[in-house]
């Protein structure tokens, strides 16, 4: 298979826009945490929360882009085994407590951000194995997309009747889209046909407010008429 066929096949994903938007979502949960906890524990609440948030922030940003750059580089994708993402999870998150843990605490926590951040990983991305599968077993899919691959007889394949496997969706909208998470990342078109049903309910509202009102009307001028009478 030459690389033009690879590509096709198994495309570059983006890793920086991914890294800081995972980053982000990680910023803004330390800062809620570090708020709480800054109340609770420190004189300067407002400090801590920020301090909270910007670490979080660095480490979900690191985190999720060592992790995608492992996962190009290891050439795992859409259809691989899910067993394929705990190794580079685990290199992921050592590396991350590593480098975030050297430069925000110094160089004694080196290796106990390595150590606890691979084991952060390691569980992370065990558990949420075990999890997917279990919600795919309930709905009779298959964890992982399959592909079929004919030979040629140009000793190579036939890519055109090849079923490639789906781009694989990024890690925070998956978890978000998971059936354990109280939020879901909306698509464009579930986005407008819930904005088309909350239309037909103003409609409808409307309607019975029109109604409403005609019978009013209807039943002043009978009143006007019988007053007239």
């Known amino acids: 298979m030459d690389q033009t066929n690879w590509k096709k096949l198994y495309p570059v994903e983006p890793i920086l826009i991914p890294s800081l938007k995972a980053g982000a979502l990680s910023g803004a949960s330390g800062l809620v945490v570090g708020g709480v906890a800054g109340t609770i524990r420190s004189s300067t609440p407002g400090l801590f929360a920020i301090a909270s948030g910007l670490q979080c922030a660095a480490l979900g940003t690191t985190y999720y882009a060592t992790r995608g750059a492992i996962l190009q580089a290891w050439q795992v994708h859409a259809s691989s085994p899910p067993q394929d993402r705990i190794y580079p999870s685990t290199l992921a998150g050592g590396i991350t407590g590593g480098t975030i843990g050297g430069l ?126």
């Open 104 to 229: 925000t605490r110094g160089r004694a926590n080196v290796i106990p951000g390595i150590i606890m951040f691979s084991l952060f990983g390691f569980a992370g991305q065990y558990i949420y194995n075990a999890l997917d599968a279990r919600h795919h077993n309930t709905r009779g899919e298959p964890s992982t997309p399959t592909m079929r691959i004919k030979p040629s007889s140009k000793a190579d394949y036939d890519t055109s009747t090849m079923q490639a496997a789906k781009p694989e969706e990024p890690l925070w909208k998956r978890v978000l889209n998971s059936k354990w998470s109280p939020m879901k990342v909306l698509s464009d078109e579930q986005y407008e046909k819930i904005l088309r049903e909350k239309l037909l309910r103003v409609e409808a509202e409307l309607a019975i407010v029109d109604d409403d009102i005609e019978r009013v009307k209807r039943r002043e001028q009978r009143t006007h008429r019988d007053e007239k009478n």
